[in-house]
Structures are given as C-alpha cells and as structure tokens.
C-alpha cells in the first residue's frame, strides 16, 4: 500500500463513521517544539501555566520508529450529568472533548488499514490542537479552541505515531477562522477576561478550564458563579456563531442517587467507590478527573444554593 492509496482508505474509513483525520510528518514535532519554546521564551506563556501543561510534551517521538503522525476528530455532543443532592435534581455538564468513546473505534479502525500491512501505531501524547490546525484539519477560533467545518468545535481530537512511510504532509502555517477577524462575542462572554482583543494568543492562565482541571485550589479573584460544567468550561463555546448549530447538541447521560452524589463528594480515589458508581462516572466522562470533578461539584452545588 503506498502514500496515495492509505490516505484514501484512511479519509474514507473516516468519512463513512462521520470523523475526519489528517496526517503529518513526525518530523513537524521538532518545528512545534521550536515554537512553544520561543513563545515561552518571549515570556508570552505564563511559567506556571507552561510548567504544568506543557511540559509533559515531548517533541521527541516516544516510537523510535515514527514516521508519521496521524490525527482524527471525532463528532461528540456536551454530556448532560444529574445529581440527587438534598432532596433536589441538579443537571451538570460535561463538554464534549472530555468523552473518550471514540477513541478505541479509532484505533481499530488504524490498526485495520495499517496491521494487515505490517505497520503499526502508538497513541501520541502531543498538542492535539495546535497539530491539527498546522495540519489543516481545523482552525483556530479567537479562544484558542479548533473549528472543523461540519463539527464546529463539538469534536475530540487524538493523535497516534505510526511508522508507516508517508511521503507529504499538509503543513501549513497556523491560521484563526476569518470570521473571527470581525467578532468579539467569545471575547465579551468570556468571564475571566481571559480572550484578549490585542494579541491572538490565550492569556491560558486566566482560563477557567485551566484552574478547574487542576487540583490546586482556586484562585481568590475566580469568581464562584462563573463555573459552568463539571469539568472545563463552555461558555465561549455556546456563544460562538460557529457553533450555532452544535450548541444545543446534548447528550443525557448518567444520573447518580443522593447516596452516590454524597460518596462522589467526599472520594478522593475510585477505590472509595462502589464498582457501579465507578462504571456511571467513566460512561459520563468523569472517572479520570474524579478529585477535581469531586471538588468542582461541589462548587457547583454551592453555587446552586444561593438561588
């Protein structure tokens, strides 16, 4: 199977479950390394905000053997999570990268192009986002989330080394969507001022989905009431014209009893929960982050209080 021929099938594989796909050199890595580092460099990345998330990153493949990275988004809609508390139903939300469902149908999908061929692929830890957008899989929007035609930014993206011998790649300089040139409705939602007007780049350590995916405590200027979902941060999300036809798109998914909302309130590990109270957070996306979506809960009952 040559270049041509596994760009087709893997488009048309993707094409036929509703995902799309693109695919780089793993060359590229070292030019994404070059420029992360010389936007820290430049001090324009706050130290504790690099320190924390990008470090892990390593722009040096982790499969000796890499020739390729491939890239795919897969549709998803934001997770609608009920809990009992106090006799009252609450309905959270989850946004809709944090769902992983996806992820081992991709895999089985590139392990049945490239398997039979003798080729293999590794999940890649790398910065998805920024990887997609040079590769011409999506763009930009003005808050730093990618857009997909056709997806808005209601998608999951996941990228994989393989060692299979492609020949070109779609590199292309990074490029935020033309109609954000003339809107500032992300930038006036935004409730910690975190999209700014003068420069393209997120001030990261402003952003709610940050200091909520962490598990430090939250800073005393970050206001209770902007929090929004269980984990991240939709508000910019639902404003953007991009997403006029997405915004709505909810799934309902697990709902938990007075009993387990008081157990996931006070657990700081799985292993204090029973096996099915686990089985509904991982269905609803929320097991791998159970202490901060522990913590985040209750801020979000909290909040619910004061009306």
């Known amino acids: 199977m040559d270049s041509e021929e596994f760009k087709r099938v893997f488009n048309n594989a993707l094409k036929n479950r509703g995902f799309k796909g693109s695919i780089i050199s793993a060359e590229r ?8 580092n010389r936007l820290y460099q430049e ?39 009920s809990f009992s508390f106090n006799g009252r139903l609450y309905n959270f939300t989850v946004p809709p990268t944090y769902a992983h469902e996806t992820d081992m149908t991709v895999e089985e999908l590139l392990h049945s192009i490239l398997g039979p061929e003798g080729y293999h692929i590794i999940w890649a830890s790398l910065p998805v986002k920024l990887l997609a957008v040079h590769s011409g899989l999506a763009e930009y929007g003005r808050n730093n ?51 700014p007007e003068d420069r393209f780049l997120l001030h990261a350590e402003k952003c709610l989905t940050f200091h909520n995916e962490r598990e430090k405590d939250f800073p005393e200027w970050l206001d209770l009431f902007w ?34 909302t008081s157990l996931i309130l006070d657990a700081a590990s799985p292993l204090q929960l029973p096996d099915e109270t686990i089985e509904k957070l991982d269905k609803a996306s929320l097991l791998e982050d159970l202490p901060v979506v522990s913590r985040n809960l209750k801020t979000l009952l909290e909040q619910q209080s004061f009306f």
């Not at 890595?29 to 992360?36: A, D, F, H, R, S």
């Not at 508000?235 to 009993?259: D, G, H």
Request: overall charge negative; some cysteine.
């Open 29 to 36: 890595l070292k030019t994404v390394g070059q420029e992360i």
């Open 43 to 81: 001090k324009v990345l706050d130290p504790e905000f690099s320190a924390e998330r990008l470090s892990f990153f390593n722009f040096t493949p982790s499969f000796p053997d890499a020739k390729i990275i491939i890239l795919t988004a897969s549709p998803q809609p934001q997770k609608l999570v």
């Open 145 to 195: 989330i990618t857009y997909i035609p056709g997806m808005g930014s209601f998608f999951r993206l996941v990228a994989y080394f393989s060692d299979f011998p492609a020949e070109e790649d779609g590199w292309r300089d990074l490029k935020m969507m033309k109609r954000c040139e003339t809107c500032t409705a992300c930038v006036n939602k935004c409730p910690s001022g975190a999209i």
């Open 227 to 260: 929090h929004n979902s269980l984990i991240g941060c939709m508000q910019c999300q639902r404003i953007c014209p991009e997403n006029k036809a997405f915004a709505n798109w909810t799934l309902k998914s697990e709902s938990f009893s007075e009993e387990e």
